[in-house]
């Protein structure tokens, strides 16, 4: 009995100290808040130094808190929040926070799940939190990163009872940092200047950095403006994703500032000459690390503070840019007791509230409004409008080809409706607002399409109408905003009732005869017998297919056979094709391929020497090519990059960004690569399987993304 007694006791501490153990480690010597270096009274703001990214930490004259980004530079480490964790102990002397802001899910703001950034300071470091505020990525979502997969998933289960995340909304209402302090959110989800939808499927959808949140911190007469990374530039970038000028819209909201913390590190596609000149602040911060890969912060956005401003630095970063005066001071600290003067790093400035000119009223002061006697003279966004995500004019945004009439309804049967519908061949969302459908000329009033109406890549949209075709024959056209220029039209003989004319594939030929079973608003038939509308890839795969790069596996009937594996053979034709176009064919092969076991008589010789010899592959080794063995993943990488960007193309360094892809693996770059060019995500659970075959269907969305096909 006694030693029955003492194995329970044992047992009982054994429990308890592996539930010790298990339990999230606190940063050390965490007590009450209050007790830390923070003045009460005071209102301060903490830019901590974590290199390329950011954290600021915001503490208010009653000790209320809120920290606003917390980033990492590598997706893997949690490095950067044991610094924000061991400063913010020291600043509140407690590990609670009443509030934080997600500026936008991009790595250098949040961390990755699973590894560092916030994740590390609630899950690892203790640290409770009363309020998160995020932005509305449900219905504004753009590029699309592992980083926002993983913390979306995070923010709806297993993260939402620790961060009690609420989608931010603009006005002061949703953050209390004391009296006399406010924190008004004036940006967020592309601020208006960005239509409403979901565009991560795009080939260049809106940047991540475009839906910033982006807020004005005041106290008395002080004000600090601070928005993430909010572009102020339209660009196409060269990475899967499209920059578009929020600032422009930001600016009046804004106002003048003391203090601006400088939008997306001062890069080229942000702080505009218009913002920076509405904000005109005495003083500027730049969140920067040394020798970053992005030459960040960048010459022209360096002149343009240091003209209107003291600038202060994290670090130093690019040392090609010439940073003049500014200032390299590692955490910026800036602190004010009476919202009249403040202090950075201990410099004493004045905070004012000076009178600046706007006498039309349209919010712009006139050292940015080109008139400032005509309310609707306002500055120009930066490079431009963008016309695909932007609201920008009264005009189609539609040209010939991209948006076609894929089927048409014309006699419903009693009680039913009339409908056209179109169909978007590319792999862009178009914005067809301002465009006409009308029937043949003489007929039914023309129908204008509201502006900021979209067809995703490859979807649909559809009218209906009442009493507007003729059901003996009439024509469905498809007219720029004149209602008289023609993009697309369709002359139907007469028709039965409830039967639809309609293209075959999507885009396609328009069939012979009208169909019994319309397909409103959704695909007409899929392409292969064996691909079904329902199969994961049949998207890609019938793109595939309308690009002319395959005719499938099988003829009668037509078939793809999506779970085969690709063998190197096939694949030699495949990316010509993709390089070169669907009418391309190589030169004969001649008396050898150059490969011991490709003879000439071989049905892919031709493809294969031809690969060779653009230096795309060098074989599989010993001289020889290995022509039924199948392509791995890992190899896949090689061929498609080599395809995309050249032969001479040399990927960047590997940082281990795959579970499965460990530094050192033989394709490690080529495959992180692959996946920064947006190309894959890898096959699941943050792996990329690299040594497992890849199937047909595989293949369909590899090229497709690849060669940008439509």
């Known amino acids: 009995m006694k030693n029955t007694k003492l194995t329970l006791v044992i047992r009982f501490f054994s429990i308890a100290i592996l539930i010790f153990v298990s339990m999230p480690s606190p940063v050390a010597g965490a007590g009450a808040c209050g007790t830390g270096t923070w003045t009460p009274g005071n209102l301060e703001i903490h830019h901590i130094n974590i290199g390329q990214g950011d954290a600021t930490l915001i503490v208010g004259p009653g000790g209320k808190s809120l920290l606003f980004d917390a980033g990492e530079s590598n997706w893997n480490s949690s490095a950067k929040a044991q610094i924000i964790a061991s400063y913010m102990e020291t600043v509140l002397g407690c590990t609670s926070l009443d509030y934080v802001v997600i500026s936008h899910f991009h790595l250098d703001h949040i961390g990755y799940v699973g590894y560092g950034g916030l994740w590390y300071l609630v899950e690892k470091q203790g640290f409770s939190v009363g309020t998160t505020l995020v932005r509305d990525y449900n219905s504004y979502l753009g590029d699309v990163s592992g980083t926002f997969t993983n913390w979306k998933g995070y923010l709806?289960?297993?993260?939402?009872a620790r961060l009690n995340p609420v989608t931010a909304v603009d006005g002061a209402g949703q953050v209390d940092l004391g009296s006399g302090?406010?924190?008004?959110?004036?940006?967020?989800?592309?601020?208006?200047?960005?239509?409403?939808?979901?565009?991560?499927?795009?080939?260049s959808p809106p940047s991540e950095n475009d839906y910033s949140i982006g807020a004005v911190l005041s106290y008395g007469a002080f004000d600090e403006w601070i928005g993430g990374d909010l572009d102020g530039q339209y660009e196409i970038g060269g990475f899967g994703y499209t920059y578009h000028d929020i600032e422009l819209s930001a600016a009046p909201e804004v106002g003048d500032v003391d203090v601006y913390k400088v939008n997306h590190h001062a890069s080229t596609h942000s702080s505009s000459n218009t913002f920076v000149n509405q904000l005109d602040p005495e003083v500027s911060i730049v969140t920067v690390g040394d020798n970053n890969p992005y030459g960040h912060p960048t010459q022209p956005v360096m002149d343009r503070l240091l003209a209107t401003s003291t600038v202060y630095m994290t670090e130093r970063g690019n040392t090609s840019t010439n940073i003049?005066?500014?200032?390299?001071?590692?955490?910026?600290?800036?602190?004010?007791?009476?919202?009249?003067?403040?202090?950075?790093?201990?410099?004493?400035?004045?905070?004012t509230e000076p009178?600046?000119?706007?006498?039309?009223?349209?919010?712009?002061?006139?050292?940015?409004?080109?008139?400032?006697n005509d309310p609707d003279s306002i500055p120009a966004p930066n490079g431009g409008c963008g016309p695909v995500y932007q609201t920008c004019s009264v005009y189609c945004q539609a040209t010939a080809g991209q948006v076609l009439i894929n089927e048409i309804l014309p006699a419903p049967s009693s009680g039913g409706s009339e409908w056209v519908e179109l169909y978007n061949t590319t792999n862009s969302t178009i914005n067809i607002g301002y465009c006409y459908i009308d029937d043949i000329a003489g007929g039914s009033a023309a129908y204008q399409i509201p502006p900021a109406t979209l067809i995703p890549s490859h979807g649909f949209w559809t009218l209906?109408?009442?009493n507007y075709f003729n059901n003996t024959g009439d024509e469905a056209r498809f007219l720029k905003e004149n209602a008289s220029t023609i993009l697309d039209l369709y002359a139907f003989g007469n028709t039965g009732q409830d039967l639809s004319w309609y293209r075959l594939p999507d885009g396609g030929t328009w069939a012979a005869s009208p169909t019994a079973s319309p397909t409103k608003g959704a695909r007409n038939a899929p392409a292969f017998a064996d691909v079904p509308l329902t199969y994961w890839a049949e998207s890609y795969i019938e793109r595939l297919y309308n690009a002319g790069v395959t005719g499938g596996c099988l003829s009668n009937p037509l078939s793809y056979c999506p779970e085969n594996q690709v063998t190197r053979a096939q694949m030699a034709v495949f990316l010509l094709k993709g390089i070169h176009g669907s009418s391309f064919a190589p030169p004969d092969v001649g008396i050898s391929t150059g490969f011991a076991d490709v003879p000439a008589s071989y049905w892919a010789a031709p493809w294969i020497k031809q690969l060779a010899a653009e230096g795309i592959t060098g074989g599989c080794g010993d001289g020889k090519y290995c022509p039924d063995s199948p392509v791995t993943r890992a190899q896949m990488a090689v061929f498609l990059l080599k395809s995309k960007n050249g032969v001479v193309f040399t990927p960047p360094a590997a940082i281990g960004n795959f579970y499965d892809v460990p530094v050192g693996y033989w394709a490690d770059k080529w495959i992180e690569e692959l996946a920064r060019e947006g190309i894959t995500g890898g096959c699941g659970g943050g792996n990329y399987c690299p040594d497992a075959p890849v199937t047909r269907a595989q293949m369909a969305v590899f090229l497709v993304k690849t060669f940008n096909l439509p």
Do not use: L, M, Q, W
């Open 156 to 160: 709806e289960g297993a993260g939402n």
């Open 181 to 203: 302090v406010t924190f008004n959110i004036v940006a967020h989800d592309g601020n208006g200047a960005i239509i409403a939808g979901r565009f991560n499927g795009d080939a």
């Open 324 to 351: 003049g005066s500014a200032i390299v001071a590692g955490n910026i600290v800036i602190k004010t007791s009476d919202g009249a003067t403040y202090t950075v790093n201990g410099t004493p400035y004045a905070a």
């Open 355 to 372: 009178v600046r000119t706007d006498v039309d009223g349209d919010g712009y002061f006139a050292e940015v409004d080109i008139d400032d």
């Open 464 to 466: 209906d109408r009442t």
